[in-house]
C-alpha cells in the first residue's frame, strides 16, 4: 500500500519535510526578534514602515502558517527567544547603532537566503500543500525584496558594483 494519496492532509510527512518545517518555523522565531532590534535601531520613517509591513504581513504571517500546520500534525514546536522591548532610537548609543544603510542590506540578505531555502523546500517536498505555501512564502519575499531595492535606490543606499567597460 502506498503511504501517498489523493488527501494531502492523510499523507505522512517524510523526515526531510518534519526536519525543515521546524528548522524554518525556528528560524522564523529568531528573525522576529532580529527584525524587532532593527525596527528599534531604524531612523528612516519610511524604512520603518517597510520593516513594519514586512513584520506584520509577511514574516509573522509565515510564522502562523507553519506553526499551525506543526500543531496540526502532532509535531512540537521550537522554543521561541524573549520579545524585544520597543527603545527609542535616542537611547541608543550612536557606536552601538546600525544606520539605515546597514539594515536594508541586512533585510535583503535575510530575503535572499530565505528564498534559496524556500525553493529548497519546494523541491524536497511529497506533499503538495507544503510546497505551494512555500512557494507563497517565496513569490511574497521577491515581492518585498523588489520594495526594498526601490527603497534603497531612492534612499541613494545601494552601492552598484564597479562597472566594466571596455
Known amino acids: 500500500m502506498c503511504a501517498f ?5 492523510e499523507e505522512p510527512l517524510h523526515s526531510g519535510e518534519v526536519y525543515h518545517l521546524w528548522t524554518y518555523l525556528y528560524n522564523t522565531k529568531g528573525f522576529l526578534v532580529t527584525l524587532q532590534v532593527l525596527m528599534n535601531h531604524t531612523g528612516d520613517d519610511d524604512l520603518k514602515a517597510y520593516l513594519e509591513d514586512f513584520n506584520e504581513n509577511s514574516v509573522t504571517e ?26 527609542e532610537l535616542q537611547d541608543i548609543p550612536a557606536g552601538a547603532r546600525f544606520n539605515d544603510p546597514e539594515i536594508a542590506v541586512l533585510i535583503q540578505k535575510e530575503l535572499m537566503t530565505s528564498k534559496l531555502m524556500c525553493s529548497y523546500i ?14 507563497e512564502f517565496h513569490t511574497q519575499k521577491a515581492e518585498y525584496e523588489g520594495r526594498l531595492l526601490k527603497l534603497s535606490k ?6 552598484p558594483p564597479p562597472i566594466n567597460v571596455k
Not at 5 to 9: L, R, V
Not at 125 to 132: F, Q, T, V, Y
Not at 154 to 159: M, Q, R
Request: charged share 30%.
Open 5 to 9: 494519496n489523493s488527501k494531502q492532509q
Open 62 to 87: 509565515e510564522e502562523k502558517q507553519v506553526e499551525t500546520f506543526l500543531k496540526e500534525t502532532g509535531i512540537r514546536l521550537p522554543p521561541a527567544p524573549p520579545d524585544r522591548p520597543n527603545v
Open 122 to 135: 519546494m523541491s524536497m517536498c511529497a506533499r503538495e500543500d507544503i510546497g505551494s505555501m512555500f512557494e
Open 154 to 159: 531612492e534612499k541613494g543606499w545601494l552601492v
